[in-house]
């Protein structure tokens, strides 16, 4: 009873600090709080009225979604902001698109070069580069570069470990059709057995080809 807190009598009695009411912790130098906070703001998750009833969409969306359906019903000034940003979205794709397409076909003609230059004189101990050039498919006609291989070392160790795989089951499948092809007689295997084997190993070549990317 003793402890309890008494009638009319503060349990802090010294009261708050002073300025403790309204004291915020500042960012550090490398910190760019205001950023993150519109960021967070611009992509929480907000309840908006579609065709179908309430639908969630990012509060961005929901922004661009009101401008676009204002400039459909003839705002003028929602039809210049809507249009500025969209010739401004596809113009920043478009310099990103080439930006990429000119760094792939540099990388994969210079490393071809050099890995030429390797084999002309002999050097064999060098490591090849991820990715190896061989890798960067770009098509010319489409304007278009991916990589279809590894890029990274810990990519590379998994690559090896498939194309392993995959040299393995196409020696299986190999064998399991030199055993169909076999003419009829006492040592030839069974026929379903056999069949049942090669349309398995094929599947599981076809699994390990979009492993690969292939």
């Known amino acids: 009873v003793e402890h309890r807190f008494q009638p009319g009598r503060s349990g802090n009695p010294k009261g708050r600090p002073k300025g ?36 969630a969409i990012p509060l961005a969306q929901a922004v ?10 003839g705002n003028n000034r929602a039809q210049r902001l809507f249009t500025e940003l969209l010739v401004t979205t596809e113009r920043e794709n478009r310099r990103l698109h080439d930006e990429w397409l000119d760094v ?3 990388y994969k003609i210079e490393w ?24 960067v498919i770009i098509d ?9 291989g590894p890029a990274t070392k810990e990519e590379k160790a998994e690559w090896d470990m498939w194309m392993g795989r995959k040299r393995m089951f196409e020696e299986e499948l ?28 094929r599947k599981v070549l ?3 080809g979009k492993a690969l990317g292939g």
Not at 112 to 135: C, S, V
């Open 20 to 55: 403790a009411r309204n004291k915020a912790k500042l960012p550090a130098l490398h910190e760019e709080r205001l950023k993150s906070i519109i960021l967070e703001e611009a992509y929480r998750t907000i309840s908006v009225q579609d065709a179908k009833g309430p639908v």
């Open 104 to 106: 792939a076909m540099t």
């Open 112 to 135: 071809e070069r050099e890995l030429d230059r390797r084999r002309q004189i002999g050097i064999t101990h060098l490591p090849e580069p991820l990715p190896h050039p061989d890798h």
């Open 206 to 208: 076809a699994i390990i």
């Open 140 to 148: 010319i006609r489409a304007g278009t570069a991916v990589i279809r």
């Open 174 to 201: 190999e064998e399991l059709e030199a055993m169909r092809d076999m003419p009829e007689g006492p040592d030839k295997p069974n026929m379903g057995i056999i069949l049942d084997e090669i349309e398995r190993t």
């Open 64 to 73: 661009v979604r009101s401008l676009a359906v204002n400039a459909a019903k």
